[in-house]
């Protein structure tokens, strides 16, 4: 990564480059040749040529020097400000730097003062970062250069206390995804790869932040507002620069008191709370900066697209990427060429299940940067969720050759190889990850699992050990169980030689035994419908709480494209409604339940691909799912449909609207039926005003055949899928039986609920049917047990 000295030296040899009649300025003329040289695999038009000159000459209009054109500073900015990548371009015009420099060692006795020190460094604009010297967002007063010449000598001592003790410690990052954030108003290379972690709880530390306040203080008193301001500002540069930055925000917030309407304060106070994870504050300052820069008119606007991709990037750490969308969009507007919010958008567009769009925006920032192996990253897992592998696995290899220790890539890729049933290739990327990263729990399981489907059982066992050691979860416990019963067992994996070790029954060859045991096909649906209320976690989102949003939420009434009221809202702002049903999530399991909700729900509710949704409709789709009593979701569910503007005022609903929900319903829960059913009304619909009470909509969404009958069975796997059966395993899949136990009553085997909703038995029990009873625990396993027994000693010998 360039450091900022020779950047600013290749952009002056390119700004040289162009500068044809050397007059200090690039003219339309020079500017037009520059882009076009830049962009050599890019066919401009000359509409889109006239376009990118008038954006560049407007939005840096105070650097445009009359006739002359953009000044070396002007051109500066504009990759400050992330419109191109300075390497990328250097390289592409083939210019070489040539530097002299002369490096002067200073010599001189050591003395405890500050003063002293200062003497000895006299030269400290040549010494103090480059951003004191920027012309905008540098140092202006005088005083202040003393100031931060000062702190530069505080932080030394510092880090020589530290570094002497062992305290001061630092972790390299580049084996991750970069954030893509901008970290500064201009190039996001300020901070280094290797973050440094400061002992800031001892006598060393607690020295150091009373001398600053001394320092502080000085600026304080400085003769003017704008000093003051001037001074404050600088401190926290110095102190972000050499992440300190808890003492950072400080000295930024002490900005924004003194210059509130200012946007640089409150985009690097923004950039210090996102740093520390506090990810709410960092959106607050953000917002601020935004107001600020669009209120300041054309001083402010080139900044606007990184405040946009930051606020974006603290969105995300909220877990509100639906919002962070819309924010990475619009940056990528307003600077077309901002290569990193068009990565970010389509890193966020994949988040929420939108794929094929991720697939254009990470292909878009490629194109401008081709280097860009997080880019890279991102595509081949968005290509892979669109089932294109082989192109998957080159992207995911360019990123890896970009970036060899890439872990996300690695893993990603290991993903992919799993998938694809390469589990000897799946392994080598699993083990390359844990090199990077040894405590990698999740690449130790997987390389567990690689190894088992590679038939390498000793290498698995040891492997899900290593992971065991690593983290305590159930499910690393069940893996080594299940190992166990392979062993003891000897089952060979179906479709291997020999006798398979399961053979797939048709429905009608499963029976049942009571009343109570499921169905076959209904459990399969409810599982399905039981996962995604896992994913989503709605189901502990109690009904209550839906109610409530419904009674407080004031949504305006809007009209869609057929002329009908309804209440909708963008998806954006439905992300915050979930967010307050679901505020007791983390925001990455946030992430998570709002990607299962657009892919299942949203996208069906939002056909036409508009981004607004029916929020009444949402409310009553979701409802049947949400945590609390039956009867209440199924009230809740009617309530909802009153609640929109068609019904609103009545105590009934539109039959039609009734019919509508029902196959809505069946469309996003029961996917077998297929999305043809949403053209099918059951019943006759002879009046389109003809309206349903309660009792009636009842008796519809109850309905085995049409309606969403299903629900007994989902209920019951709510209350029952935690139980576990002893030492009871499934006799197909080995697993511990965790739910409900299905006993063959002839051959006595037990299936698991995966297996019996798949109709799956075990090979060595052919029969010419199967009849199965449910046990929910093994309370009524022995329950039943004891009452046959009770009835053959009555039998009597």
């Given at each position: 990564m360039a450091t900022r000295g020779s950047r600013s030296e290749k952009v002056k040899r390119i700004f040289q480059q162009f500068d044809a009649n050397?007059?200090?300025?690039?003219?339309?003329?020079?500017?037009?040749?520059?882009?076009?040289?830049?962009?050599?695999?890019?066919?401009?038009?000359?509409?889109?040529?006239?376009?990118?000159?008038?954006?560049?000459?407007?939005?840096?209009?105070?650097?445009?020097?009359?006739?002359?054109?953009?000044?070396?500073?002007?051109?500066?900015?504009?990759?400050?400000?992330?419109?191109?990548?300075?390497?990328?371009?250097?390289?592409?015009?083939?210019?070489?730097?040539?530097?002299?420099e002369n490096i002067k060692g200073i010599s001189g006795a050591s003395s405890s003062s500050i003063a002293d020190e200062r003497a000895i460094e006299s030269q400290k604009k040549q010494r103090t970062a480059a951003w004191a010297v920027s012309p905008n967002h540098g140092i202006v007063f005088d005083d202040t250069w003393k100031i931060v010449d000062d702190l530069e000598i505080l932080i030394k001592r510092l880090k020589a206390k530290q570094a002497k003790d062992g305290k001061l410690?630092?972790?390299?990052?580049?084996?991750?995804?970069?954030?893509?954030?901008?970290?500064?108003?201009?190039?996001?290379?300020?901070?280094?790869?290797?973050?440094?972690?400061?002992?800031?709880?001892?006598?060393?530390?607690?020295?150091?932040?009373?001398?600053?306040?001394?320092?502080?203080?000085?600026?304080?008193?400085?003769?003017?507002?704008?000093?003051?301001?001037?001074?404050?500002?600088?401190?926290?540069?110095?102190?972000?620069?050499?992440?300190?930055?808890?003492?950072?925000?400080?000295?930024?917030?002490?900005?924004?008191?003194?210059?509130?309407?200012?946007?640089?304060?409150?985009?690097?106070?923004?950039?210090?709370?996102?740093?520390?994870?506090?990810?709410m504050e960092a959106k607050e300052e953000f917002l601020l900066a935004q107001e600020a820069a669009e209120a300041g008119g054309n001083q402010w606007a080139y900044l606007l697209p990184q405040i946009y991709v930051n606020l974006g990037i603290a969105l995300e750490g909220e877990g509100m990427v639906l919002s962070a969308c819309e924010y990475y969009r619009e940056a990528a507007i307003l600077c077309p060429t901002h290569f990193r919010a068009l990565k970010l958008l389509g890193s966020a567009l994949f988040g929420v299940g939108e794929y094929r769009a991720a697939v254009k925006a990470l292909e878009e920032a490629i194109f401008m940067k081709a280097d860009y192996a997080d880019a890279y990253c991102d595509l081949g897992s968005a290509l892979h969720a669109i089932c294109e592998d082989e192109r998957a696995i080159e992207v995911f290899q360019k990123a890896i050759d970009l970036k060899p220790g890439h872990v996300d890539a690695l893993y990603n890729l290991g993903g992919l190889y799993m998938d694809l049933g390469r589990f000897p290739r799946a392994s080598e990327m699993?083990?390359?990850?844990?090199?990077?990263?040894?405590?990698?729990?999740?690449?130790?399981?997987?390389?567990?699992?690689?190894?088992?489907?590679?038939?390498?059982?000793?290498?698995?066992?040891?492997?899900?050990?290593?992971?065991?050691?690593?983290?305590?979860?159930?499910?690393?416990?069940?893996?080594?169980?299940?190992?166990?019963?392979?062993?003891?067992?000897?089952?060979?994996?179906?479709?291997?030689?020999?006798?398979?070790?399961?053979?797939?029954?048709?429905?009608?060859?499963?029976?049942?035994?009571?009343?109570?045991?499921?169905?076959?096909?209904?459990?399969?649906?409810?599982?399905?419908?039981?996962?995604?209320?896992?994913?989503?976690?709605?189901?502990?989102?109690?009904?209550?709480?839906?109610?409530?949003?419904?009674?407080?939420?004031?949504?305006?009434?809007?009209?869609?494209g057929s002329g009908v009221p309804e209440k909708s809202i963008r998806k954006p702002k439905l992300e915050e409604v979930l967010r307050r049903l679901l505020s007791f999530l983390k925001p990455e399991t946030f992430q998570g339940a709002v990607k299962a909700i657009n892919e299942r729900?949203?996208?069906?509710?939002?056909?036409?691909?508009?981004?607004?949704?029916?929020?009444?409709?949402?409310?009553?789709?979701?409802?049947?799912?949400?945590?609390?009593?039956?009867?209440?979701?199924?009230r809740v569910a009617f309530d909802a449909l009153l609640w929109r503007p068609v019904n609103e005022g009545i105590s009934q609903?539109?039959?039609?609207?009734?019919?509508?929900?029902?196959?809505?319903?069946?469309?996003?829960?029961?996917?077998?039926?297929?999305?043809?059913?949403?053209?099918?009304?059951?019943?006759?619909?002879?009046?389109?005003?003809?309206?349903?009470?309660?009792?009636?909509?009842?008796?519809?969404?109850?309905?085995?055949?049409?309606?969403?009958?299903?629900?007994p069975t989902l209920l019951k796997l709510e209350t029952r899928d935690r139980n576990r059966h002893g030492q009871h395993v499934c006799s197909v899949c080995r697993y511990p039986i965790i739910g409900s136990r299905f006993k063959e009553m002839k051959s006595y085997f037990s299936l698991c609920n995966?297996?019996?909703?798949?109709?799956?038995?075990?090979?060595?029990?052919?029969?010419?049917?199967?009849?199965?009873?449910?046990?929910?625990?093994?309370?009524?396993?022995?329950?039943?047990?004891?009452?046959?027994?009770?009835?053959?000693?009555?039998?009597g010998p």
């Amino acid at each position: 990564m360039a450091t900022r000295g020779s950047r600013s030296e290749k952009v002056k040899r390119i700004f040289q480059q162009f500068d044809a009649n050397r007059d200090g300025g690039l003219n339309r003329d020079e500017m037009e040749a520059l882009v076009v040289a830049v962009n050599p695999r890019v066919k401009f038009s000359e509409e889109q040529i006239n376009a990118i000159l008038d954006e560049v000459f407007r939005t840096y209009g105070e650097f445009i020097d009359g006739e002359k054109g953009l000044t070396y500073e002007g051109l500066l900015r504009t990759y400050d400000d992330g419109a191109g990548d300075v390497d990328r371009d250097f390289d592409a015009l083939e210019l070489e730097l040539n530097l002299e420099e002369n490096i002067k060692g200073i010599s001189g006795a050591s003395s405890s003062s500050i003063a002293d020190e200062r003497a000895i460094e006299s030269q400290k604009k040549q010494r103090t970062a480059a951003w004191a010297v920027s012309p905008n967002h540098g140092i202006v007063f005088d005083d202040t250069w003393k100031i931060v010449d000062d702190l530069e000598i505080l932080i030394k001592r510092l880090k020589a206390k530290q570094a002497k003790d062992g305290k001061l410690k630092g972790d390299n990052f580049d084996a991750y995804s970069d954030a893509g954030w901008s970290r500064e108003l201009g190039p996001s290379t300020e901070i280094s790869d290797k973050r440094v972690f400061w002992e800031e709880s001892g006598h060393d530390y607690a020295l150091f932040v009373k001398e600053l306040g001394v320092l502080r203080s000085r600026a304080d008193g400085a003769r003017s507002r704008e000093e003051a301001f001037d001074g404050h500002m600088a401190i926290g540069r110095a102190l972000y620069e050499h992440q300190l930055f808890r003492e950072a925000l400080v000295s930024f917030k002490r900005a924004c008191e003194l210059q509130p309407v200012d946007v640089r304060p409150h985009f690097r106070t923004g950039n210090c709370y996102y740093v520390l994870g506090k990810y709410m504050e960092a959106k607050e300052e953000f917002l601020l900066a935004q107001e600020a820069a669009e209120a300041g008119g054309n001083q402010w606007a080139y900044l606007l697209p990184q405040i946009y991709v930051n606020l974006g990037i603290a969105l995300e750490g909220e877990g509100m990427v639906l919002s962070a969308c819309e924010y990475y969009r619009e940056a990528a507007i307003l600077c077309p060429t901002h290569f990193r919010a068009l990565k970010l958008l389509g890193s966020a567009l994949f988040g929420v299940g939108e794929y094929r769009a991720a697939v254009k925006a990470l292909e878009e920032a490629i194109f401008m940067k081709a280097d860009y192996a997080d880019a890279y990253c991102d595509l081949g897992s968005a290509l892979h969720a669109i089932c294109e592998d082989e192109r998957a696995i080159e992207v995911f290899q360019k990123a890896i050759d970009l970036k060899p220790g890439h872990v996300d890539a690695l893993y990603n890729l290991g993903g992919l190889y799993m998938d694809l049933g390469r589990f000897p290739r799946a392994s080598e990327m699993y083990t390359r990850v844990l090199a990077v990263w040894p405590n990698h729990w999740r690449a130790q399981l997987n390389k567990a699992v690689s190894l088992l489907g590679a038939g390498e059982t000793e290498d698995a066992k040891k492997a899900l050990k290593e992971a065991l050691k690593m983290t305590n979860r159930v499910e690393l416990h069940d893996a080594i169980s299940h190992l166990k019963q392979l062993q003891k067992k000897k089952v060979k994996s179906n479709g291997g030689n020999g006798e398979e070790a399961f053979v797939t029954v048709e429905p009608s060859k499963f029976k049942t035994v009571g009343e109570n045991t499921m169905l076959r096909p209904d459990l399969a649906n409810a599982l399905q419908i039981r996962a995604f209320q896992r994913i989503t976690r709605l189901g502990r989102c109690h009904i209550d709480l839906l109610m409530k949003e419904m009674l407080d939420g004031d949504v305006p009434v809007s009209y869609s494209g057929s002329g009908v009221p309804e209440k909708s809202i963008r998806k954006p702002k439905l992300e915050e409604v979930l967010r307050r049903l679901l505020s007791f999530l983390k925001p990455e399991t946030f992430q998570g339940a709002v990607k299962a909700i657009n892919e299942r729900i949203l996208s069906v509710l939002d056909e036409a691909g508009s981004g607004r949704v029916d929020l009444g409709m949402f409310f009553a789709v979701v409802a049947p799912i949400c945590g609390g009593p039956p009867d209440k979701r199924k009230r809740v569910a009617f309530d909802a449909l009153l609640w929109r503007p068609v019904n609103e005022g009545i105590s009934q609903i539109k039959k039609v609207d009734a019919a509508r929900y029902i196959n809505l319903l069946r469309v996003i829960y029961v996917p077998s039926h297929g999305v043809s059913e949403m053209m099918e009304v059951h019943g006759e619909m002879d009046a389109s005003n003809s309206l349903v009470s309660y009792t009636e909509f009842l008796v519809m969404f109850d309905d085995p055949d049409w309606g969403f009958g299903i629900m007994p069975t989902l209920l019951k796997l709510e209350t029952r899928d935690r139980n576990r059966h002893g030492q009871h395993v499934c006799s197909v899949c080995r697993y511990p039986i965790i739910g409900s136990r299905f006993k063959e009553m002839k051959s006595y085997f037990s299936l698991c609920n995966q297996c019996y909703s798949e109709g799956k038995v075990p090979s060595t029990y052919k029969q010419e049917e199967y009849r199965f009873k449910e046990y929910g625990s093994e309370a009524e396993a022995m329950r039943d047990k004891c009452m046959c027994f009770n009835m053959q000693s009555r039998k009597g010998p």
